[in-house]
């Protein structure tokens, strides 16, 4: 099985929509652009939101397994998915991608 890398790529915020709709909440996201998470297959990663390894993990897994081309030709790396979470009032935008691992291909 392969190593998928899942980088944070943007986060975005709709303040209008938290005011209008969404109860307070205490801790909403953890998330840094940049930061970089490391699955070994199935395996949530350490410290990765629940709520996002919902949404990205069976994308994770087709990669982790060998699967490519998720979308037909939407990316432009074939062993790679650009995904958001689920969360519609702070959407975080995330880049996954299988590492090629030195000695295999």
Not at 51 to 62: E, K, N, Q, Y
Request: aromatic residues 10%.
């Amino acid at each position: 099985m392969k190593k998928v890398r899942i980088t944070v790529m943007r986060m975005a915020r709709y303040d209008d929509l938290i005011q209008r709709y969404e109860n307070p909440i205490g801790h909403p996201c953890d998330m840094r652009e940049g930061q970089v998470f490391l699955a070994d297959g199935w395996q949530k990663p350490e410290g990765f939101c629940d709520s996002a390894w919902d949404t990205l993990s069976p994308f994770v897994m087709t990669l982790a397994c060998g699967g490519e081309d998720i979308y037909d030709g939407w990316m432009k790396n074939k062993k790679s998915a650009m995904l958001s979470c689920n969360d519609g009032f702070r959407p975080v935008s995330f880049l996954v991608e299988t590492i090629e691992e030195e000695g295999h291909n």
